[in-house]
């Protein structure tokens, strides 16, 4: 008669020889986007929250940028990436420049690396003018962005920032995926705990 011990030693000895193929490591582990990206990018940032206006172009673009903005204090609104300037001015919609944390900030304007379509995410980069502040510090984040800078994966938004910055990288390199939250307390999600409570992003197709 075995006894407890033989019974457990037999179990294990089966089961070694039980264990599965490993799955093959060369296969992707998503599969591919089904959508256009654009509507991907869409569809992910909108169900945690975010805002995302589908532009055909630069004049779409910065009068729904125009309508948008126009709920603030043109005092509030702050800007600091340079290449934004002319097209900001010729739509008319006024902002001040960012020169750092200021008292009465209500909207931060800012270009990005990379949108990401699979995960709504946001690449954003010290090197933007704005620097490390303007996409975290002002309650609302407003993205600039055009159809060249969205990608499917992070693994490309990683890719696409090596080959543009090569050996010089940013200091900074941040993912932004909707507006911050926690649920920390009381298991109670609450937006706007560790940066913008609102993203809102205007993409030129």
Do not use: W
């Amino acid at each position: 008669m075995s006894t407890a011990r033989e019974e457990i030693l037999g179990k294990l000895r089966q089961a070694k020889h039980q264990v599965p193929d490993a799955p093959e490591l060369n296969e992707p582990v998503f599969p591919p986007v089904a959508l256009p990206l654009e509507n991907a990018f869409k569809n992910q940032l909108e169900c945690i929250s975010g805002k995302v206006y589908l532009l055909n172009n630069e004049k779409e673009l910065f009068d729904a940028l125009k309508k948008s903005v126009s709920e603030f204090d043109p005092a509030t609104v702050f800007c600091d990436e340079t290449q934004l300037f002319p097209a900001l001015k010729d739509a008319g919609i006024d902002y001040q420049q960012y020169e750092g944390p200021q008292n009465h900030v209500e909207a931060g304007i800012t270009g990005c690396e990379f949108l990401v379509a699979r995960s709504g995410t946001v690449m954003v980069s010290s090197a933007q003018g704005g620097g490390r502040q303007l996409s975290v510090y002002p309650p609302v984040h407003i993205v600039i962005a055009r159809k060249n800078q969205l990608v499917e994966s992070l693994e490309e938004a990683y890719s696409g920032i090596l080959e543009k910055y090569n050996d010089n990288l940013p200091s900074q390199i941040a993912l932004i995926t909707g507006p911050s939250r926690t649920a920390d307390i009381e298991k109670t999600l609450v937006l706007g705990a560790h940066g913008p409570k609102e993203i809102r992003v205007f993409l030129q197709l």
